[in-house]
Structures are given as C-alpha cells and as structure tokens.
C-alpha cells in the first residue's frame, strides 16, 4: 500500500459521549487523528456512548460528524426482550458492535486499527484486528497503575470487576500490539513494565489534538468586557479547572483549595469548572456543606473558542491531574498549581512555570494557590514561561510527521 493511497482508520474510544461532541465542539478530538489528510475517513466506535441511557437498545448506528468522521453510537442493549437484563443486553450490545466493526473494516479497506487504551477499547480492538488481520495500534495516554493505586479499583470497576483482571487483559492487549502509542515518558514506563522493550512503543506528543486557536498570542486574543456577565462573581481573583467529573480526576481537590482560600484566608475567588462527568452532584454537595458554591461556578461543557478566550482572563488553574486541558491551559500563559502526577512535571516546573505538590498533598496545593494569587507580578512571569515550555514542546509540525511515521512503517 503506498504512503499516498486512500487511508481509513477504525477507533475504539470512549473518552467522550456524542452529547460531549455536540455541546462542547470536540471534534477536534477526533480531527487530529486524521493527521491532516493522512487518513481519508475515521470511524468512531463508543461502547460507552449511552452508558448512563437505560432506554437506549438496539443496533449501533453510524451518525456522520463531519464529511470523514463517522461516530459508531452504542445503545445500552442490543434486545428490548433482554431491557430487565442490562449486563447481558450490554454485552450483546457489544458483541454486535464487534461485528459491525469487522464488517466496516472489510467494506471501507480500513488499513489500521487503534484502541484508545489497553483495557476495555484495547480488547475491542484486538479481536477486531485479529477477526481482519489489519495492523493493530494501541494508545497509552495516562497510567492506569497510577490510578488503579489511587482508586483502590479497577479503571472500568462496571465492566472488570478485578484489577487483576484488568491487569491480564492488559497485558494481553499491550503484547498483542502491532505499535503502542504514548504521548510522553512516565507512560511509556508503564508499558515498559509489560513488554520489557520499546521495539513497538512509539513517543509523540498529541499536538494535533489541540485546536489551533489556543496557538494564538493570549495577547491578541478577544477579551470582551461582559465575558463574565453570566456569572455573579464574588471575588477579583478566577481560578480553573477544566476536567472530566470523576473521582480519579481529582476536582473535589481544587473544591478543597477554594474552601481553604475562602474559609481560612478570607479571600474572595470564583471557581470555574469546566467539565461534565459523574462526580457532579457530589461536588455541588460538598461545595454547599463547605460554605463555597456561592463561589464555584459549574460551566459544563464548553466550546473551544470560550475556552481560548476565559484561560486567558484566568489568574490560576489547578491541575490535580489533566492531559489535553494543560496544554490549551499553559498555551494561554496562566500559571499553574498542579500533583507531581502523570506527565505534569513535563510542563510545570517548581516555582518557575508554576507550582508542583505532592500527590494528594492537597495542603500544599492550597498553600501555592495562595501563594500564586498572592504575588501576582511573579504569577505573571511563571505563565509567560509555561507557554514558551508548552510551544517548545507541544511543536504541531514535529508531532504530525511523528505520528505519520508510526503508520508509514507499516506502508512500505
């Protein structure tokens, strides 16, 4: 097959439902899996697409995102007969989806198969990969055993009741792969751990997942008088966090933050979440019984023009853990508190890009907070320099002809 001939890709992701898609334009999500015309189409399978959608049963159906991005979405149940049954149903569901994914693969001449995980999505890829011989490519985008210790749980505790389970599958999954895809070294470590070699893991950084407006100078970006007029601030200070709301997220830490700044120093801040997930109204409880959702401020989902035009306008964000968000974050040249946790140490460095705690040391990262918001010129300077760091690192020239390469090896 040549490098320049028609090229389709089949995904197994289910980082975002297509209600996500829809209300937050993420669609550069998936867009930069297209590698800028490398692949001509895309298709999008989402097991999880109506996972918290009982009423949701029957086949999976194709719904077009755009002219060549497809979205596979994945009802809850396959049968009406098996609704009292959901785990069975779900996994009808899915096996159905299994075989319309071979059947894509074998109508549309997919040429590469990649799951965005090794876990739940990895397996799906796997037997898919193994069902039409095609090239098998796994993405590592964080690290489970990180998370799993601090969860205590596995990361699909619906799906894999066992860590050790999910441990197995895994494994199975990571040596099953034609190509194993990171983004920087504390997860290529993690794979390390498994496959003992770096033969097949391949390091590049997802810059073309970032929409190209966070590229722009926070300087020439809009910043419109009454941006904030649908929110009642009560403070001069705004902080940010812009995550998923689930527990290995950590968000609840950022709520522990403002109940410190506001509680114990007497200041006046506002909170921005930005972010939909599981966790939502037990974070709105807890803000209510710590004295602060007066001052939080629950945005949801937002598009990524809102989002390039309040980072800037932000004196902090709090960073427990984040991936894509840090970089649109550090690009808009705000500081950052953030866990040495992951990747973050990558960007942030101690007291000269922002401010570094210890995992879970949520004393620490309410004490820099104060700090950083406390000594405004230095906060300043500390986001200049992120955002040089985050340009030097996050090249978008460099990590597409990378992760060009990592398919091209297959096409030669």
Not at 40 to 67: C, Q, T, W
Not at 144 to 156: F, H, K, Q
């Amino acid at each position: 097959m040549s490098s320049k001939s028609k090229k389709t890709l089949i995904c197994f992701d289910s980082a975002y439902s297509l209600s996500a898609y829809e209300a937050g334009s993420l669609q550069i999500f998936q867009e930069g899996k297209l590698l800028d015309g490398y692949f001509d189409k895309l298709y999008v399978v989402n097991i999880a697409s109506n996972i918290n959608n009982p009423d949701s049963v029957g086949r999976s159906k194709l719904i077009k995102l755009s002219e060549r991005i497809e979205y596979l979405d994945v009802p809850l149940g396959r049968f009406r007969s098996l609704k009292s049954f959901m785990k069975i149903n779900f996994l009808f569901s899915i096996f159905s989806t299994v075989f319309l994914a071979v059947r894509l693969c074998k109508k549309n001449d997919v040429s590469f198969i990649r799951g965005e995980n090794p876990q739940v999505n990895g397996l799906l890829a796997l037997l898919v990969s193994k069902l039409t011989r095609i090239p098998l490519f796994i993405g590592v985008w964080g690290n489970p055993a990180e998370l799993r210790d601090d969860m205590g749980s596995p990361m699909y505790p619906n799906l894999l009741k066992f860590i050790a389970i999910e441990v197995f599958i895994e494994k199975l999954v990571l040596k099953s792969a034609d190509r194993v895809l990171v983004q920087n070294k504390n997860n290529k470590n993690f794979v390390m751990n498994y496959l003992k070699s770096d033969k097949n893991i391949r390091l590049f950084r997802v810059s073309n997942q970032i929409d190209d407006i966070h590229y722009i100078d926070p300087k020439l970006r809009e910043k419109p008088d009454n941006f904030f007029n649908e929110f009642e601030l009560l403070g001069q200070s705004k902080m940010l966090i812009i995550s998923r709301l689930e527990e290995q997220k950590r968000v609840l830490d950022a709520i522990k933050v403002i109940s410190y700044l506001v509680n114990v120093q007497s200041m006046y801040v506002d909170l921005f979440i930005c972010g939909v997930g599981p966790e939502e109204e037990y974070l709105k409880k807890y803000a209510i019984e710590n004295g602060v959702i007066d001052n939080i401020h629950f945005c949801g989902m937002r598009d990524q023009l809102w989002l390039s035009t309040a980072i800037p306008l932000m004196d902090l964000c709090i960073s427990p853990i984040t991936g894509r968000a840090l970089v649109e974050v550090a690009l808009g040249a705000i500081p950052v508190v953030g866990y040495d946790r992951d990747w973050q140490t990558e960007l942030i460095e101690h007291d000269i890009t922002g401010y570094i705690c210890d995992f879970n040391d949520v004393k620490a990262l309410s004490y820099f907070s104060y700090v950083a918001l406390q000594n405004r010129e230095k906060a300043i300077n500390m986001g200049h320099e992120l955002r040089h760091r985050a340009l030097n690192i996050f090249n978008k020239d460099l990590a597409l002809e990378t992760e060009k390469s990592c398919y091209d090896e297959f096409l030669n």
